[in-house]
């Protein structure tokens, strides 16, 4: 099965609050890739990471830093002292690359960051 | 300013029209991609194109057509054969398969309303 779980349907946090978001993927190839995106109430999906699947070392982008552990299949994202801006739908995402393009969607977690 | 372009932003139609979205991209990409979005939850691809003249179905193609007659633009057909055409249409553009699965850059979307 080739699938991408983010188990955390809505997640509210405070302001300055640290707040992590999971995504577990699932697939038999050992070449794939996985992206991070934001999408705001405005709607735009906007891309924020980019991961190989020979690539482990965990990445750090201002308050954004992501933990790829293949052990377990998963690539969490954390922000750090959230702002009211991170409100947003996250969404991770699996790509593979044999027989045919295909990029899998988890079905996104929802961030309220209340002020 | 380097991007992709939806229009319009929300379109109402009656039910047995058919209703044309539009997306151009000006970033010189290969490969386009139309995502359709219901409320709460991930994307789930229509079609995709990884060059000119050439698309395939993605996982909910019927009731849509597609072309790709030029680079640029990736207009998508929402039938009257397509059963709830309501939802949130997003296009997205990336650099194509070579050397791996690229991230996509996303347009602002078009929602689409039949009654």
């Known amino acids: 099965a080739q699938k991408v779980t983010q188990a955390q349907t809505e997640i509210s946090v405070v302001e300055k609050e640290d707040v992590t978001l999971d995504c577990v993927y699932e697939?038999?190839?050992?070449?794939?890739?996985l992206f991070w995106y934001k999408q705001p109430p405005s709607g735009e999906l906007v891309f924020l990471i980019r991961?190989?699947?020979?690539?482990?070392q965990n990445e750090i982008s201002g308050r954004y830093s992501w933990n790829f552990q293949k052990s377990t299949s998963s690539f969490n994202f954390t922000i750090t002292a959230s702002q009211v801006v991170d409100s947003a739908v996250y969404f991770c995402?699996?790509?593979?690359?044999?027989?045919?393009?295909?990029?899998?969607f988890g079905a996104g977690t929802r961030l309220f960051v209340k002020a | 300013d380097g991007g992709i372009t939806q229009s319009p932003k929300y379109l109402f139609r009656k039910e047995g029209q058919n209703v044309t979205l539009s997306c151009e991209q000006n970033?010189?990409?290969?490969?386009m991609y139309w995502y359709r979005q219901d409320p709460g939850q991930g994307l789930r691809l229509i079609y995709y194109?990884?060059?000119?003249?050439?698309?395939q179905k993605g996982d909910i193609a019927e009731g849509y057509s597609v072309s790709r007659e030029k680079k640029e633009s990736f207009p998508l057909t929402v039938t009257s054969a397509q059963k709830n055409p309501t939802a949130f249409y997003l296009c997205?553009?990336?650099?194509?398969?070579?050397?791996?699965?690229?991230?996509?850059?996303f347009g602002p979307g078009t929602r689409l309303t039949v009654t």
């Open positions: 997205a553009s990336s650099t194509g398969e070579r050397e791996g699965v690229h991230e996509q850059y």
């Open positions: 991961r190989n699947s020979f690539d482990e």
């Open positions: 697939t038999r190839d050992t070449t794939y890739y």
């Open positions: 970033l010189n990409h290969d490969a």
């Open positions: 194109s990884q060059i000119v003249n050439d698309f």
């Open positions: 995402a699996l790509g593979l690359n044999t027989g045919g393009f295909k990029t899998i």
